[in-house]
């Protein structure tokens, strides 16, 4: 039996629920960008902010760590068990057991169900874990001399979140291998529980309502383990794979990555990932990189995805599903990469031949080149070239923060572009530079033209000469220069023409609306909510905004009515706004909301009358009658503490009123349809699947059908139920399974065919409906 089953199925004996695998991408958090760990889907468990579909689960999480707190990037091949990719058995309790019950299970399960030797095994515990020390020393058989204090012992997934203090257990491998408890490979860390108590969010610690257990195994240690020995690429999974790849030399650091990361690579293909620039899209492609810089042959990445699809497949289904995604997504990021390596590696070579490679070279190679540094730098360890990172890294930081408003390469001269854009939206101006690659970029002396900050976005427009005509997709600032970015339609443009250059005035309508109205939405909300509520990240766009802000608890519907009214109101009295350019003291002195850290000594004073007082540099409306209407589009949790409001101005909101499906009922005659209301709505993303699962109050079965018809033209699952009994799932093209079996997965009694079932369910509860839905849905879907 595998080690995976005997852990699920020890579990189970314990009345644990055994719940698969969430899905690698975090729903909801954005303090990660990948699963690292079993319990970091589960925080909201934790947090007590969703309830656990049991107080006792287990399972086997997908889980990638190359980036963030937990990297294991850099460690992967010159270690033995070191993985970007693994799986985390887990056991966990939710205000269920607590330390007694905890290391009793993980002591007998080790040491009764895989009969491993007792004096093997070694454990650590936190100074101040008192309660966990007392049990080890009583637990029948454990070494007391085995026992020994770790100051590190504390654990949580990120920066912030849920955390406490562990106590963890080693195996020892013996004498003849190097290394103690912290460090080498004689002693492996096979489990650890961590005692959750505490929340951490900007550094401040507050309790969790009931304390939580989160134990921890990893898989890929344990299988070596099982097979008798201390290095996972020699367990039976890896070892097959790498004999694919190259006549059995496990001992290859190259082979060892390849194996790793091609894990990854099609674990997270599966989950959606794309190749990026940033975000998770780039961790993805960082490690496709490094995986084919290892590949001795050309196509040994091929052969491992292949391989882990036949192998994993059973516990994982997507992954045959998703097969030929996952090879052509690889396949032509491969192919876009090798161009950049072939030509970079050349240089590097020179360079490292020359001996005159250093920080500056690979920051070189990298900036102009594209040459991804890691890279640099791993050949350079391998050489034996010393290199400082941090000097390096202060570079990136200052290019970096140069290109934040550099996103095009124009050569700047420090000229200075006067911005008249407050007071003018059509001015005269003259030609300083024009510079020309892809697009083409226009400096001029003086500009109406508003580039992107502060969440508002850039202006476009066009700019006409006697000769020709130019467009304005785009705006850069690149220190005092205003550079326009974009495309000749017409004729010619040529230096030091005299030009007009004219902003699109109905786009810059709708950013001073909806720019005006985000102030007034925040200093709404700090009215009603308290100072507590502050600002945590804006975008202002001609046809929407977003506000996030601190807050706890998700707003009811009525204070969002309340809210949405209010800002009406303020709207309707056409409130004038005013603005005065004055040092950040004064500033401050008027009462001005701060909500960044860093401003210049000279900053804008934006007041819309006695509302709103705010540093500002965006375009705003001269009175708040401008805005026309308001209307909240949405409502939700963006982060823990965080909230987000969408909504929209002017013209987009009358058509939201008119139009939208929420709305749209209210016109309808039935009496049903005309009290109907939703009460709980959530829209889930898994993978590239749109899920949206909402509760009604006063619906019938009937009225949820005609709903359902409705949304699932957006989206791919559409789950509804009313505040009684009734329950309906109508299901799109992309879903594998029939919506009469997803209905049964999450608990209700009826039938239907493929694309709708309908039934009952009893005791409704939404977050039941989602917590049920979430830990069923990797199967479901
Ligand atoms: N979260 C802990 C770990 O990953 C225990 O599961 O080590």
Redesign the pocket.
């Known amino acids: 039996m595998s080690v995976k089953k005997k852990f699920l199925d020890y579990f189970a004996s314990k009345n644990h629920l055994i719940i698969p695998s969430f899905s690698l991408i975090p729903l909801n958090d954005p303090s990660l960008l990948l699963i ?5 889907p589960m925080k909201k468990f934790f947090l007590g902010q969703a309830k656990p579909p049991s107080s006792r689960i287990a399972n086997s999480q997908k ?1 990638i760590r190359a980036g963030g707190k ?1 990297n294991d990037l850099d460690d992967v091949g010159y270690t033995k068990r070191h993985h970007t990719f693994f799986e ?1 058995l ?1 056991n ?1 309790s939710f205000g269920d057991y607590a330390h007694q019950e905890a290391i009793d299970m993980a002591w007998d399960f080790l040491t009764n169900n895989l009969n491993l030797p007792c004096e093997k095994l070694h454990i650590t515990v936190h100074p101040s874990d008192k309660k966990s020390l007392e049990i080890w020393k009583k637990t029948p058989n454990v070494i007391h001399d085995n026992i020994v204090f770790e100051k590190e012992n504390e ?1 949580s ?1 990120g920066e912030e979140g849920p955390c406490g203090v ?1 106590t ?1 257990i080693f195996y020892d491998h013996g004498g003849h291998i190097p290394g103690d408890i912290t460090q080498g490979d004689r002693f492996v ?1 096979i ?4 005692f959750m108590t505490d929340n951490v969010f900007n550094g401040v610690k507050t309790k969790l309502d009931k304390p939580c257990v ?5 898989l890929e240690r344990m299988e070596a383990l099982c097979n008798g020995t201390n290095d996972n690429y020699e367990a039976p999974f890896f070892a097959n794979m790498i004999k694919l790849i190259s006549k059995n030399d496990i001992d290859n650091i190259n082979n060892r990555i390849v194996a790793d990361h091609s894990r990854s690579i099609v674990f997270m293909i599966d989950a959606g990932v794309s190749p990026d620039s940033e975000g998770v899209g780039y961790v993805l492609r960082k490690i496709i990189r490094r995986a084919i810089r290892r590949s001795i042959n050309n196509n040994s990445i091929e052969i491992c995805i292949d391989y882990i699809i036949n192998n994993m497949s059973n516990d994982y289904p997507s992954l045959l599903k998703n097969r030929e995604k996952i090879i052509k997504v690889f396949h032509d990021e491969k192919m876009q990469f090798l161009n950049v390596y072939n030509q970079g590696i050349c240089k590097l070579n020179d360079y490292i031949d020359q001996g005159e490679i250093d920080e500056e070279k690979v920051f070189e190679l990298y900036d102009t080149h594209g040459f991804p540094y890691d890279i640099s730098f791993e050949i350079m360890k391998e050489k034996g070239i010393s290199y400082d990172y941090d000097k390096f890294e202060k570079m990136t930081k200052k290019q970096k923060e140069f290109s934040k408003l550099k996103k095009y390469h124009v050569e700047s001269k420090n000229r200075i572009t006067e911005f008249v854009g407050y007071d003018c939206e059509k001015i005269e101006s003259k030609i300083l530079d024009i510079q020309k690659n892809d697009k083409t970029y226009i400096l001029l002396d003086k500009t109406p033209f508003y580039v992107e900050s502060g969440g508002q976005k850039s202006d476009s427009g066009i700019i006409e000469t006697d000769s020709g005509v130019f467009e304005v997709e785009d705006m850069q600032k690149n220190d005092h220069e205003i550079w326009h970015i974009g495309k000749i339609i017409k004729g010619s443009i040529e230096l030091g023409q005299t030009v007009t250059a004219k902003v699109d005035n109905i786009k810059r309508k709708g950013l001073k609306q909806h720019h005006t109205a985000t102030h007034i939405l925040m200093s709404i909300l700090r009215k009603k909510f308290g100072n507590s509520v502050l600002q945590k990240g804006s975008s202002v766009k001609e046809d929407s905004l977003r506000l996030d802000f601190s807050m706890n608890d998700l707003i009811d519907q009525d204070s969002l009515k309340e809210t949405t009214m209010e800002i009406n109101r303020v709207i309707q009295d056409n409130i004038e706004i005013s603005t005065n350019v004055t040092d950040y003291e004064s500033a401050v002195k008027q009462g001005a909301l701060i909500t960044e850290k860093n401003y210049p000594n000279e900053v804008r004073v934006l007041k819309i009358g006695d509302i709103s007082t705010e540093l500002c540099c965006g375009t705003h409306v001269r009175s708040t009658g401008e805005i026309g209407l308001f209307a909240i589009k949405s409502h939700k949790s963006v982060a823990s503490g965080i909230k987000r409001i969408e909504a929209i101005c002017g013209m987009s909101a009358v058509n939201y009123y008119l139009y939208s499906e929420k709305q749209g009922k209210l016109s309808k005659s039935d009496d049903v349809e005309n009290s109907a209301k939703s009460i709980n709505r959530k829209e889930i993303k898994i993978s590239n699947l749109n899920i949206l699962i909402e509760q009604y109050s006063n619906a019938n079965a009937k009225y949820l059908l005609g709903e359902s018809d409705k949304y699932i033209k957006m989206h791919d699952l559409v789950i509804l139920t009313n505040d009684k009994n009734a329950i309906l799932v109508k299901v799109g093209d992309k879903i594998v399974k029939d919506a009469a079996e997803i209905l049964r997965n999450i608990g209700g009694k009826g039938g239907g065919n493929k694309n709708l079932a309908q039934g009952k369910i009893e005791k409704i509860n939404f977050n039941d409906i989602i917590d049920k839905f979430m830990s069923e849905s990797e199967g479901m879907i």
Not at 191 to 194: F, I, K, L, P
Not at 214 to 218: C, K, P, Q, T, V
């Open positions: 690292n760990s079993g319990m970091a889980c937990h985390m887990g966990f654990w997934a562990c963890e860390e489990w650890n529980m961590v989160d134990a921890g195994m990893g």
